[in-house]
Structures are given as structure tokens and as C-alpha cells.
């Protein structure tokens, strides 16, 4: 059996994937598109040209939903969700809220922080909209903690790994839940975990540097403005963003898969 994850280590998409498999206790290689031998591979395993792909044996997939899904069915134990149906359908629902809603925000401070694509009062009015937003789902989650503090129920699992590399993720724009509420104390808790240790170590190890990144930008470099994104730009007031990223052609869309 080999297993291997294409991936980004900021990609938190990419993170839920490494951290179902460390919670299976499943040995596993990465690589990262840009370097790998294989590019023809991943594309073909990911039409969306996004990590993460999954290779096992001969079986590639793409999404975190679905390689999540994949990786609880094929190797069941450990389980990742809890048994009842009710309880994995309320942890489906926070996933997808964190896959889409959540991750527009971290997202949008990426392009203006690190991209570059604002300056000025429209960076400041941006981000203040995205920190706005990012509190306000704070609240949200902090209501979908189990009595038992988790996020799938009596003890870590699926849920969890589905939220943890979003608010980790907002760290590192210094969006940290608020000291001494419940989400601060799951945070704590969930961060404590040797194989969440090793993830975040990761991705702070992969920091971008916005220098070589704006420079990447010039040179052609694209970013795919997938349709919870493109909808979290327009929402921000970010129309001269979207507009001036397809003159320059250093956005991206995705039309039918080939």
C-alpha cells in the first residue's frame, strides 16, 4: 500500500487531509505540485488544478470532503465521524460552512496581505471586513461545540480536523478566538495534539513570503477565484480587485473539466 498527498502545507484543505491520516496511524508521502516529477498526474487527478490529491495505490481523488470520506471508509478504524447519522450530518454542515464561508476570509487577507492586490484604505477596509466576518463565525462555531468541548462530539475526530486549520489559519493573520472562551479553550486543546503539532509546524515552515509572491503574481503566477471566493470579494467591496486580476490575467476560473 502507498499513499501519497499532493499539497500545499498552508493549504488547510491540504491539512485535513494529513490529519485524518495521522489519526488512522497511516503512513503516508507528500509532494507539492510545483516540484513533483508528475505534474501531468496531478492534473489529471485534480481537474481543478487545486491540492489536495489523494494517490492510493491506483485510486486518486481530489476534494477534502471527498478524500476525508474515502479515508474513513476504506480504513474504518479508528472512526473519524461519530455512529449516528444526525451527529455526521452536523458535522458535514460545519465542514462545509468552514470550506466555504470561513475559508473566504483567510483567503481575501491572503490576496491583500500577501498577494498585494489592494493598498492603502481599500487593503484596511478589506481586511477589517474579513476580521469582522472571521469573529462573527468565531461566534458561530463557538455554538457548535459538544458539552464534552469538541467539535465531533465526546472526543476529537472529523469535526475537528475539519476547523482547526481554518482558525489556525486566521492566526496567522492574528484573528485568534478570544482568551478564556470556550473556542480558545478548544483551540488549546486541539493545538496540544502531537499530529496537529506537526501539520501547523508545517505550513509555518511553508510561510509565503510577499515579496517573491507579488513578484510570482508579475510573472503569471494565477489564482483560482473559485465561486465562494469570487462571491467573498464582491461581498467585501473588492469589484476593483476581481476586475483588475483579469486585466492583469493573474486570476483564474474553472470552465468544464477536459
Known amino acids: 500500500m502507498t499513499i501519497t498527498v499532493f499539497e500545499h502545507p498552508l493549504s488547510p484543505y491540504a491539512q485535513k487531509v494529513k490529519l485524518a491520516l495521522h489519526f488512522k496511524g497511516l503512513p503516508f508521502s507528500v509532494e507539492q505540485p510545483m516540484g513533483s516529477s508528475d505534474v501531468e498526474a496531478f492534473m489529471a487527478a485534480s481537474p481543478r488544478g487545486e491540492v489536495p490529491v489523494l494517490q492510493h495505490d491506483s485510486i486518486s481523488l481530489y476534494d477534502s470532503a471527498v478524500i476525508g470520506a474515502y479515508i474513513d471508509e476504506t480504513w474504518p478504524e ?4 461519530p ?16 470550506d466555504t464561508h470561513f475559508e473566504g476570509n483567510t483567503w481575501g487577507l491572503g490576496e491583500i496581505r500577501v498577494f498585494g492586490r489592494a493598498s492603502g484604505t481599500e487593503a484596511d477596509r478589506i481586511c477589517a471586513f474579513a476580521e469582522a466576518e472571521i469573529r462573527g463565525w468565531y461566534r458561530w462555531l463557538a455554538g457548535q461545540l459538544s458539552e464534552e468541548g469538541w467539535f465531533n462530539g465526546a472526543d476529537y475526530g472529523w469535526g475537528d480536523i475539519c476547523v482547526v486549520p481554518f482558525v489556525n489559519g486566521a492566526g496567522r493573520f492574528d484573528i485568534a478566538p478570544k482568551t478564556g472562551t470556550p473556542l480558545a479553550d478548544w483551540l488549546t486543546r486541539v493545538n496540544d495534539r502531537k499530529d496537529v503539532q506537526t501539520v501547523t509546524a508545517e505550513a509555518q ?20 477565484y473559485r465561486d465562494h ?20 490575467d493573474n486570476i483564474r476560473f474553472n470552465g468544464p473539466f477536459a
Open 83 to 98: 455512529e449516528a447519522p444526525a451527529a455526521r450530518a452536523r458535522i458535514r454542515l460545519v465542514e462545509d460552512a468552514m
Open 205 to 224: 515552515a511553508a510561510e509565503l513570503d510577499p515579496d517573491m509572491m507579488r513578484a510570482a503574481l508579475e510573472a503569471g503566477f494565477k489564482r483560482e
Open 229 to 248: 471566493r469570487l462571491e467573498w470579494m464582491v461581498r467585501a467591496g473588492g469589484l476593483d480587485v476581481v476586475a483588475s486580476g483579469i486585466a492583469a
Open 78 to 81: 479508528p472512526a473519524l465521524l
